[in-house]
């Protein structure tokens, strides 16, 4: 065996064929664990094509070493290299001028308008398009808070906590019409995957954004198929041997609406020169349980999650950016506009929307308006909505109550009685969130707080009626009528609020004066008519909208 191994090596044909035997084994194990795609647009395919040229040359001058020896002179040596060497110079060679070709002609320098027409954006009507959500579907809380919550609900769960861990990993969706996120448990380590990886991850967790109720659901059949995996089911690899030419966005965990898990997996594209413009062409569903895949261009309606926020604030910049060309995005700046650092979600149609704000080019302290993008279509839409940015409305919701200590989410805009407003969970030094905030977006001095949504919108309304910038009223208000059996009055914040209980009811109606000036007039015995808002829970107090006067008792 070893005389055909030496005899393999004397030649100059059998050292070319054990340095390409060594560069396959080499480029093999880099493959299996880079994961690069076998595309010219991935700028990982060009390392590893490098990488493999090193090799090969690294190998080949260690097994030509006793040439050097044999060789009558340097020259004549190098001669010889040069010889079995050439056509991998010319591949590195070759390999390194596409890249930098490709590189220059995707130049924004140069591709200024193809940039600029990467996201098509639509002017909105905030009123019409952004209908009012009800209680049942403002999410109240953020990614963090909701991660702690499911965290904390597999650390109660005795059986599975032993082997499994959350695996802070979660995907905010649309499920059976309600805003939550979902997440993947994951091995607890390596051994615990050597003992379970045969059934594999048992359970996903869910957490109600609304309810900030969180579960853990249990599975017939294990899936297979996560990033847990250390080897082929490992999920980025699965993706690559079965799709080895695709570019991927980051897989996300989603469940359908019958609660089978699924991966996403967003398949990238560049749309000018080699790498720029950057772009999603449909997905592959992987089925987290068996691994079948299948490619979509059109993908089903269930999937919430193509395009993610990180791509659609880049695509609006260079909309923002190249709205007058690409040398006035750097000197004139004229017209220049971006997104704020921040983005939220919000559930409009059976769709997942990104919330983010959009700002001058020298970010400063308020908004032009916002930007509010389909995370399935990429349909987008600008909302002209002059005002503060996310961070100065959280920084006065804080103020609010700086007395407690309480953080500030992440903002969340809604439509308050036709007023652009920012919906802001407050929460502690747990995670756990205590209070709401609403801040009005044009006049963001304008907070209202409370311990639940209902409460939050109530004082919020309040605020409005006594400004005057709304007469409080929402899509969701009962009515109640019948005579006036007692009457008081107060003042709060300025304004003169008169509680109004009538007979047979133990309840009393608030309602401003600037909402209303009739209740300056009324007296036990009068008849009215009022419209307010449903709450939560029993409450002595429900905060009246509308009041109408049916009949004075003068004239009964």
Not at 30 to 58: E, H, K
Not at 136 to 144: G, K, Y
Request: one cysteine or more; proline letters at 4%; aromatic letters at 12%.
């Amino acid at each position: 065996m070893k005389k055909i191994r030496f005899r393999l090596l004397e030649n100059r044909v059998g050292r070319i064929l054990v340095s390409l035997l060594i560069t396959l084994v080499v480029g093999f194990l880099y493959f299996y664990i880079a994961l690069p795609a076998i595309n010219l647009q991935d700028g990982d395919f060009y390392l590893f094509l490098l990488t493999l040229c090193i090799v090969y040359l690294i190998a080949s001058s260690w097994l030509n070493r006793g040439e050097v020896a044999k060789a009558a002179s340097p020259k004549q040596w190098v001669r010889s290299a040069l010889r079995s060497c050439l056509p991998v110079g010319i591949l590195m060679g070759a390999v390194v001028v596409v890249a930098l070709v490709g590189w220059l002609v995707s130049l924004p320098l140069f591709r200024a308008a193809d940039y600029r027409e990467l996201l098509d954006v639509q002017e909105g009507d905030f009123t019409a398009d952004i209908a009012q959500i009800s209680f049942s579907e403002i999410p109240t809380l953020d990614r963090e808070s909701a991660e702690y919550l499911g965290d904390r609900q597999m650390g109660m769960l005795s059986d599975m906590v032993s082997q499994f861990e959350y695996s802070n990993d979660s995907t905010q969706i649309n499920y059976q019409g309600r805003p939550v996120r979902v997440a993947p448990i994951d091995y607890a380590d390596l051994f615990k995957w050597l003992t379970n990886r045969e059934q594999g991850l048992s359970a996903y967790v869910v957490v109600d954004m609304v309810t900030q109720e969180a579960s853990v659901v249990r599975l017939a059949e294990g899936m297979k198929y996560s990033f847990s995996e250390p080897l082929g089911r490992n999920i980025l690899r699965h993706l690559r041997f079965s799709y080895p030419t695709f570019l991927f966005s980051t897989p996300e965990f989603e469940i359908d609406e019958q609660g089978h898990p699924y991966w996403i997996a967003p398949r990238v594209v560049k749309t000018i020169g080699l790498f720029g413009g950057t772009d999603i062409r449909g997905a592959v569903l992987v089925d987290a349980i068996t691994g079948e895949s299948q490619y979509y261009e059109e993908v089903p309606s269930w999937v919430d999650t193509l395009y993610t926020p990180a791509l659609i604030m880049e695509q609006y910049n260079y909309h923002g950016a190249f709205v007058n060309g690409f040398f006035n995005s750097i000197f004139g700046q004229r017209g220049v506009t971006q997104v704020t650092e921040g983005y939220n979600y919000i559930a409009l149609n059976d769709d997942v929307y990104v919330y983010t704000g959009v700002t001058s080019a020298n970010a400063d302290q308020s908004n032009l308006g916002f930007l509010l993008c389909n995370q399935r279509t990429k349909e987008t839409r600008f909302y002209e909505a002059p005002g503060a940015t996310e961070y100065a409305a959280s920084g006065s919701a804080m103020g609010e109550v700086q007395d407690l200590g309480y953080i500030a989410t992440f903002p969340l805009l809604l439509n308050i009685s036709g007023e652009p407003t920012y919906f802001i969970p407050l929460k502690d030094d747990n995670n756990l969130v205590k209070l709401y905030a609403m801040v009005n977006v044009s006049q963001y001095h304008l907070v209202a707080t409370g311990a639940t949504v209902a409460q939050c919108e109530q004082a919020y309304l309040r605020l409005l009626g006594d400004r005057g910038l709304a007469d409080g009223s929402t899509g969701e208000r009962s009515q109640a009528q019948g005579t006036v059996a007692e009457l008081r009055s107060a003042v709060m914040e300025g304004s003169t609020y008169y509680f109004i209980r009538l007979e047979g009811e133990e309840v009393f109606y608030s309602i401003s004066a600037a909402v209303s000036p009739l209740a300056v007039l009324l007296d036990p015995g009068d008849t009215v008519r009022m419209d307010f808002l449903p709450q939560e829970g029993e409450s002595a107090i429900l905060s009246a909208v509308s009041l109408t006067v049916l009949q004075w008792g003068s004239e009964a």
